[in-house]
């Protein structure tokens, strides 16, 4: 039975928004051998327009990003268009002060970069479950 299970788990849909372009090609292989389906953006405005075409499950957002807009900019705007959706926040060392205001933000939780891949997994898979729990609640 637990074979089955493993082949009928529908695989998680993950926007990745990082300007570190290796880094989320690195992250984005690793994923997909894990049932994550990532979608990789390397800006926040690329980010955004991803999220208005397409479903996700979780978000994993860098606060540093370089260019037209941070992190928490993006964590709000992504709050707006679906205020449900995790997002995960990745933030540098000695950034906790950026982080706690994503988590006022609305953020499911941060992790500091870099980070172990499997406590990110963990919380990908958390943040997952959440929005699986949310959504069974709505239908009935």
Request: glycine letters at 8%.
């Amino acid at each position: 039975m637990g074979e089955h299970q493993k082949k009928s788990k529908k695989p998680i849909n993950l926007l990745l928004v990082d300007d570190e372009q290796e880094y989320g090609n690195v992250l984005s292989k690793r994923f997909s051998r894990r049932d994550i389906i990532t979608t990789n953006a390397h800006s926040g405005a690329e980010g955004l327009q991803s999220l208005r075409w397409r479903d996700f499950d979780v978000v994993v957002l860098d606060l540093k990003l370089g260019g037209d807009m941070d992190g928490l900019e993006v964590l709000r705007i992504c709050k707006r268009i679906d205020e449900n959706l995790p997002v995960i926040i990745l933030t540098g060392h000695g950034s906790a002060e950026a982080a706690q205001e994503g988590l006022a933000l609305g953020a499911f939780d941060y992790l500091t970069k870099p980070c172990d891949l499997v406590v990110l997994l963990q919380k990908i898979y958390q943040a997952a479950q959440s929005t699986k729990v949310n959504n069974e609640e709505k239908s009935c």
